[in-house]
């Protein structure tokens, strides 16, 4: 799927955002801080670039990517969701893709379901502001029987890491088994929630992000995702208030 570019000239912090490197936001920070050069100089804020310049980051060369890949994957339990080569449950080995791609986001180690991987730094970036509310979906299991006063104080802000959590939609499926759905993404998030009412979770996993669904996938395969779905992704990302 080739990725189309409207523009032959760019700012150098969507340039930045779109080769996988950070935000546009923090692009303007490493830009501020003398961390990229241009055809050997240091770069300014606001400045323009097109994809024939040499573009460097700490030195090293920062290239655009021709072709989008977006994949979901059916991460089993025990991979980390990392491309650092020296943790040796990485995601990027286990799925050994063809060419270069990093998870969005996160998922637990202690846990499983559905993850993105993508080459599209832009894409990556927009899908992980929490504030765009952006749909997660976790299907839960735990170690007693779900009662009223639990959902409901499931829903309606759990105080953890500081803070208090979103209201979020919570629905009990059998006795011991929820669904949950959340729209931010703290630390080990639904753990901590449950353990803050005295509840262990001994299965965990993720059936959707946003409109992209697990479905069938087999546990450790991916599958890339459709035409339709890419569009349909792409449209709600970006008709999303910029930066």
């Known amino acids: 799927m080739k990725k189309k570019f409207k523009l032959d000239v760019i700012r150098l912090n969507k340039y930045l955002s ?15 801080q003398g961390l990229v050069t241009v055809d050997g100089k240091i770069a300014v804020p606001g400045m323009k670039v097109t994809r024939k310049q040499d573009v460097r980051f ?19 339990r025990g991979i980390v969701c990392t491309a650092q080569k020296k943790e040796k449950d990485n995601i990027i080995d286990f799925i050994d893709y063809h060419t270069k791609i ?17 080459n599209d730094g832009e ?28 959902l409901y ?13 979103r209201r979020c939609k919570v629905k009990k499926l059998s006795r011991n088994q929820f669904s949950i759905i959340l729209t ?20 965990l996993k993720r059936v959707r992000i946003m409109d992209i669904e697990l479905g069938k996938l087999k546990t450790g395969t991916y599958r890339k995702l459709t035409r339709n779905e890419v569009n349909k992704l792409k449209k709600e990302l970006f008709d999303e208030s910029e930066d």
């Open 123 to 150: 894409i990556s970036n927009r899908i992980q502001k929490a504030r765009y509310y952006h749909e997660k979906e976790y299907i839960v299991t735990v170690d007693r029987p779900i009662t009223f006063e639990f």
């Open 153 to 165: 104080g499931m829903r309606n802000g759990v105080p953890i890491l500081d803070t208090v959590t």
């Open 18 to 32: 779109d080769a996988g490197i950070c935000s546009r936001r923090q692009a303007d920070v490493y830009i501020n």
């Open 58 to 76: 700490q030195g090293k060369s920062v290239e655009l990517i021709d072709e989008l890949e977006l994949i979901a994957f059916n991460k089993p």
């Open 184 to 203: 931010q993404g703290l630390n080990r998030q639904i753990r901590r929630m449950c353990e803050y009412f005295g509840y262990r979770v001994l299965n």
């Open 102 to 118: 990093y998870p969005i986001g996160r998922l637990d180690k202690d846990s499983e379901g559905l993850i993105l991987l993508t």
